[in-house]
């Protein structure tokens, strides 16, 4: 599949031997408020203070975006994923697609039931009905929402599900929707023309499974990993990756050494690091 090879993007020479990647992980919780004290001017020509302490949080400004129709914005909803993409060839050449934002899935309406007895499917009886396969799309130069009807077969809908950004590709993995927890597929939204399509990736041995509220990066530009989230029956704390550089694609669960999270869903509030390398696979 021709969507494969833009997956494999090479290490850069300097981190060819390994990749560090930073993963927000931690059951949900309230974080602490930082002082807004500002410390006394230093004296002149008196050397730069290292900082110490925790830094003030980045402030939010409200963007008023623009749309040609209302259903092109995404409205309320919650549950979705909002990833950042690079632009797509050079600027100011023929073809060029500057940085977007894509937004995919989420519950416009919070109907579903968790009571009811686990399917034959395993979804453990968890449902969403309220769930969306929308793909918006916030394009950074022109402050516009448009909603994007891409090509070829969509995901499901779902909500609590991730999303990735591989290149200019999004790459989407498990979540609730109306008929239970979704499948465990790989699947690529190609945002490299001006008419996105929808890519179901192969991949081959035993990966996630079926889940929700876990968290996946890409490491190294190279190593899509998964951590944590809940199978319908119980939160998790495994960890899996897939090697977007060799084919075929392969699931591999990982078994980091030192003391990892506890088992958790909607991972924030702590931050664990983790180190992986190419001998991890073998390569």
Not at 100 to 122: D, H, Q, V
Not at 151 to 170: I, K
Not at 179 to 201: C, F, I, K, N, Y
Not at 238 to 259: F, I, M, N, Q, S
């Amino acid at each position: 599949m021709d969507v494969d090879a833009r997956m494999a993007t090479e290490l850069d020479s300097d981190s060819a031997a390994a990749a560090t990647v930073t993963v927000q992980v931690g059951g949900s919780g309230r974080g602490s408020e930082t002082p807004s004290v500002s410390p006394p001017p230093e004296p002149a020509g008196a050397p730069a203070a290292a900082t110490v302490g925790p830094r003030p949080a980045p402030g939010y400004t409200v963007v008023d975006a623009a749309m040609d129709k209302k259903e092109d914005g995404p409205g309320c909803r919650c549950g979705h994923t909002l990833t950042a993409v690079p632009a797509v060839g050079e600027e100011g050449s023929p073809g060029y697609i500057g940085q977007r934002l894509i937004l995919f899935g989420g519950a416009t309406a919070l109907e579903g039931n968790s009571a009811t007895p686990p399917s034959s499917a395993g979804s453990a009886g968890i449902c969403l009905a309220g769930a969306t396969a929308d793909v918006h799309c916030y394009d950074v130069l022109s402050n516009k929402w448009p909603r994007l009807t891409p090509l070829g077969e969509p995901p499901s809908p779902r909500a609590a599900h991730v999303a990735t950004a591989v290149g200019t590709m999004v790459v989407i993995q498990g979540g609730i929707g109306p008929a239970g927890l979704s499948a465990e597929d790989l699947h690529v939204l190609d945002l490299t023309q001006q008419r996105p399509r929808w890519h179901r990736v192969v991949v081959q041995g035993p990966g996630p499974g079926p889940r929700y509220g876990h968290v996946m990066a890409l490491v190294g530009q190279r190593f899509l990993l998964t951590i944590g989230g809940n199978d319908g029956k119980r939160p998790l704390a495994d960890v899996l990756a897939l090697d977007t550089a060799a084919k075929p694609y392969e699931w591999r669960k990982l078994e980091p050494e030192g003391e990892g999270p506890p088992p958790c869903i909607y991972q924030q509030d702590a931050v664990v690091v983790l180190y992986i390398n190419e001998q991890t696979f073998g390569a």
